[in-house]
């Protein structure tokens, strides 16, 4: 996708996301305004979600490249971002149940879904719960190697990561991180890193993508190769040079990734 550009070499600028809130009722019977980002129109609605602490916001440097030829949507999960937390901390399976309800209520039947970090483990078991809603598959640096197989493990690869990245993700994940609450986000990490990942990616029955960047120090390569081979469609797809924020620090290489993928 590389830089910005136009027909006849007229530079034009990439489009703009909106910001739109929809009102969710969670499973707890809570409802929260679901805060997301989105831009472009046409084509499959490419969903894009975030990690850990994290929100939509991580997703502006490759969503800006994605949303020239299609519609994409970012959502901050209840408890992250600019959408308040539900009544208590969600884990997967809750941030899994929630972004299914959003995709409901902003009337999304069908779409190619993307997730990053924790997000793939949300986004894979809303895969194996509803393989109907989700036509196309993307588990970019995903959670959890069990070669690290304790939260402090997790926690450690992701500082080792920090300065790999640009910058600007470090800004961004300040703010995210203060805003979720370390205390919460130990909570999912801990309850996270519980799942048994490898019997459930094997439940997970849709065409999908293992993407990771191979100075990740969080997916492993031998993590991801394995994940890549359990997953009845599986496939893996390795970024040169790319560091766990591949959304972030590496938008090109991501959007490429996923638009050739999710066609």
Known sequence: MGAVGGHGGVAYAPPVPEDLWTPVELGSGTTVRVHHREAGRGGRPLVLVHGLGMSG?????????????????????????????????????????????????????EVDLVGHSLGAQVVADLARRRPERVARLVLCGPTRDPSAPTWVGQAWRLLLDAPRERPGLLLVAVTDYLRA????????LRHAIRRPEEQAMGEVDVPTLVLRGSRDPVAGQQWCEDLAAVLPQGRLQVVPGGAHGLNFSSPDEFADAVAGFCR
Not at 74 to 80: N, R, S
Not at 81 to 108: F, I, M, N, Q
Request: glycine fraction near 12%; proline fraction near 10%; hydrophobic fraction near 45%.
């Open 57 to 109: 916001r991580s997703m502006r440097p490759a969503m800006a490249l994605l949303a020239r030829s299609r519609r994409v949507l970012a959502p901050d999960l209840p408890g992250y971002g600019r959408t308040r937390g539900a009544s208590r901390t969600l884990g997967v399976p809750g941030l899994s149940d929630a972004l299914e309800r959003w995709l409901d209520a902003v009337g999304l039947p």
């Open 181 to 188: 609450g370390p205390l919460a986000m130990v909570s999912v």
